[in-house]
């Protein structure tokens, strides 16, 4: 696995005749040195022609042929992750740095040939080039380009348009009409579905962006921005938002209503309806029980009437007196301050 490779040509098979001198001695020595030279490699690099997926023993598991020498054995046959918890899951043609430890072959990463986020993949770069090679099962080459960066940065770039950046904000500031100073504001962005090689969180599929301030300064605007075409938010227990002014909507300009504050004050309007209902319903029992006597207990048009308008009154106390007493319209899952 570990290879040599000399520097140097051995031209010493046969030793210098005649007498001996301190400049010839000098010269055999330094023909001697040159010719045990070498350069040492603790990796090689090896092509992958086949890899495991979801499998308990063997996940993320790559086979393969090494490029400098395709020869030589590769332990239990297969080359291992070495990080178990962080998976990089390499394509067919792709190239990994691979080393050796007890006794077994681990891979470390992906080499990077092409400086292409989306795939680097170079097939039958060790001899073994086989016509119209597959990434893998389902892998698709897509023209993903890299993500703009600036100095310090560090990001983190998926191979379909997705990236984490830790970056920063470069600003001038003015201290006076003489000086000013360059600071730099920390960001993280988060981005899955890039529509363009700098951040857009307006543009891009689905964004968070947090935005902190100059030397963390509690002062300065903080903030964390999201952005998608739908945003569901699942809390097991509850969820809680918490700030000095809370807006809904684009362009929130109207008030939120007080839940409880309002129940109290309809709840008088209602007992007084509730009440005048009352009222009338005895009123038009009395006016149908007279009007009924007068007809010789015969039903009429009027007492009929005055029978559904009753059972009007009737039904909307019900609704009225359940509202009071129940509070249906509020929720008891949404609270506000």
């Not at 030279?37 to 979801?54: G, P, T």
């Amino acid at each position: 696995m570990a290879w040599k490779r000399k520097t140097g040509v051995d031209t010493t098979t046969s030793l210098p005749t005649g007498l001996a001198s301190w400049r010839k001695i000098s010269s055999y020595i330094k023909q001697l040195i040159k010719a045990s030279q070498y350069e040492y490699h603790e990796s090689e690099a090896f092509e992958v022609k086949d890899v495991i997926l979801n499998d308990s023993t063997k996940h993320g598991v790559v086979s393969g042929t090494f490029l400098n020498n395709p020869n030589q054995s590769i332990f239990d046959g297969v080359v291992y992750p070495i990080n178990p918890n962080i998976t990089n899951i390499p394509l067919i043609g792709e190239q990994v740095a691979v080393i050796e430890y007890n006794g077994k072959h681990f891979y470390t990463d992906i080499i990077n040939r092409k400086n292409s986020p989306n795939e680097n993949a170079i097939p039958g770069a060790s001899g073994t080039y086989k016509k119209n090679t597959k990434y893998g099962d389902t892998f698709e080459r897509k023209d993903v380009k890299r993500i703009r960066v600036n100095e310090g940065d560090i990001v983190f770039e998926g191979r379909f348009g997705q990236s984490i950046k830790f970056g920063s904000e470069r600003v001038i500031r003015k201290i006076n009409r003489f000086n000013s100073k360059t600071e730099q504001k920390p960001q993280i962005k988060i981005v899955a579905g890039h529509r363009g090689t700098t951040e857009n969180i307006d543009k891009d599929d689905s964004s968070i962006h947090l935005l902190g301030a100059f030397g963390n300064a509690d002062k300065e605007d903080k903030k964390i921005l999201i952005k998608s075409n739908g945003i569901f938010i699942t809390g097991t227990n509850n969820i809680r938002l918490n700030s000095e002014k809370v807006e809904l909507g684009s362009g929130a300009n109207q008030s939120v209503v007080r839940g409880d504050d309002l129940k109290a004050l309809l709840d008088q309007v209602f007992e007084g309806q509730v009440s005048k209902n009352e009222e009338t319903i005895t009123l038009k029992t009395a006016e149908a029980a007279t009007k009924l006597t007068a007809a010789g207990g015969t039903p009429t048009k009027e007492t009929i009437d005055l029978g559904k308008e009753i059972a009007e009154l009737v039904k909307q106390n019900i609704i009225l007196n359940d509202a009071i007493q129940n509070s249906r319209y509020l929720s008891d899952k949404v609270k506000t301050a």
